[in-house]
């Protein structure tokens, strides 16, 4: 309908003139209308910039890897100004996000048992396969979880009975497929705790549940116990398999290692996967050298110095010695060095090490363990992941521990990223996640 001026005749009649005297009534909507989707149109792009990053073809499921990065950056950000108007620490924001988004409906199975405890006063979660008649004892692996040794645990906020963990998913598995007992470990996280705490609460339950009277209560035989863990939990996993090889007080021993995208050393932030995958989902080389300084409770000034390999140049005496077992130059093979350089600073911060010395203690970097210590560690299994970071860290402890004469299984997957193991539900099911899974308990089910 038009609102229009028209031309009076004759006999008060008025008709419309053929000139455009008038406008539409629902012209000024119309224009809103048209700002509404100018600023939609905007929004969409700004999304879009802000989700699509340049990724590998050979990357599994590129679209929703872009959009699970881009989930997790928001996440950092959102806790990084939480953490800047001082209402909370940034690493407590972000598990809280995090843990957030994964309390989902529980994947479960009626053929496993759950149970929450504490091995001499760690939290912990046992998973129960289903027993069989024929075997009245069962294998077990004593799993820890990652997340930089400050994430992807819900203690801080519920107690352990509420929690809807990430790893509960891979536990369930893992304990009905393995028919195992899986015993998750609840170590204390970053800001909470600092190194090498993390190390004495997985050592504690660890030792507390292969005390014989603790492994005939799960019915579990004690020649058939494995010890593992993905990203940090590896690190953690392959920390405790040294310490354990040297403690004669140990009755009980363990059968395997096996370790997923293993953290293994903070010497060498330019190993060739270091700079092809520099800014690649969800591990970016800036946030895995921020989660190294905020386990040692470091200066945040120091990690633009670490990215650069300043805090072991030349002229750092104390890593001097220590270079040698992470030369990536000779541990390495062709494929994966390609065309990438060393990068060894002529001088540098000795300051760093100085102030945080955990740098080169094997507790922190298992990579950088004495010969004598690697021969003792029991059959391992390492798998990594072409687009990560940490792909190096992995591989090249496989070398040392083959060189040290120890039995290795090296499993790469050249679409994997870093952590695609525990995505493997809708909506964060990845192929690759699903693939690696498969593979990991298989070669648990072949070897424990």
């Known amino acids: 309908m038009h609102s229009c001026r028209g031309q009076k005749l004759a006999g008060g009649l008025r008709v419309a003139s053929p000139f455009p005297l008038c406008q539409p009534a629902g012209e000024p909507s119309r224009g809103k209308m048209r700002s509404s989707c100018v600023l939609l149109t905007a929004l969409v792009a700004l999304a879009a910039y802000y989700v699509y990053i340049p990724l590998p073809g050979s990357v599994s499921d590129p679209w929703k890897l872009m959009l699970l990065d881009a989930t997790f950056r928001g996440a950092q950000q959102v806790s990084n100004l939480i953490h800047y108007l001082g209402l909370s620490h940034h690493l407590l924001a972000l598990n809280f996000i995090i843990v957030s988004f994964g309390k989902k409906s529980a994947w479960s199975s009626a053929q496993v ?17 289903p027993p069989k008649p024929e075997e009245p004892l069962k294998r077990s692996v004593v799993y820890i979880h990652g997340g930089g040794w400050a994430l992807a645990s819900a203690s801080t906020f519920w107690s352990p009975s509420d929690e809807i963990r990430y790893y ?47 492994l005939q209560k ?9 010890i593992s863990g993905d990203s940090a939990g590896g690190n953690l996993a392959a920390a405790l398999g040294q310490q354990f090889t040297q403690d004669a007080s140990l009755k009980s021993k363990l059968k395997l290692q096996a370790l997923i995208y293993p953290v293994l050393q903070a010497l060498d932030f330019n190993t060739p996967s270091y700079q092809q995958n520099v800014n690649t989902p969800i591990l970016p080389r800036y946030v895995m050298v921020k989660y ?5 409770k470091g ?11 300043n805090h072991t140049s030349l002229d750092v005496e104390e890593a001097a010695a220590l270079r040698a077992r992470l030369n990536w130059t000779s541990l390495l093979p062709a494929s994966f060095t390609k065309n990438y350089k060393p990068v060894v600073q002529t001088t540098g911060n000795a300051r760093i090490v100085q102030e945080l010395p955990q740098l080169l203690d094997a507790r922190s ?12 560690l029991p059959k391992t299994y390492i798998l990594t992941c072409e687009h990560d970071v940490l792909r190096d860290d992995g591989i090249m402890y496989a070398k040392r521990l083959e060189s040290a004469g120890v039995e290795v299984t090296l499993d790469h997957f050249e679409d994997g990223f870093h952590g695609c193991m525990i995505f493997t539900s809708w909506p964060t099911n990845f192929s690759v996640g699903i693939r690696t899974r498969n593979s990991y308990i298989k070669w648990l089910d072949q070897n424990l």
């Open 299 to 309: 200066n945040y000034d120091f990690v633009q110095a670490m990215i650069i390999n």
């Open 218 to 226: 799960y019915m579990v035989d004690p020649g058939r116990i494995c």
């Open 113 to 129: 048992k759950v149970t929450d405890t504490d091995f001499d006063g760690v939290e912990v979660r046992v998973f129960e396969g």
């Open 292 to 296: 190294w300084v905020d386990y040692f």
């Open 365 to 376: 970097a298992p990579l950088i363990a004495d010969q004598a210590v690697l021969q003792l």
């Open 168 to 214: 509960d998913e891979l536990c369930t598995a893992m304990a009905e497929e393995l028919n195992a007992v899986i015993v998750s470990i609840e170590y204390r996280l970053v800001p909470k705790v600092y190194f090498p705490e993390q190390i004495h609460d997985v050592v504690r339950a660890t030792k507390y549940f292969l005390k014989p009277e603790v």
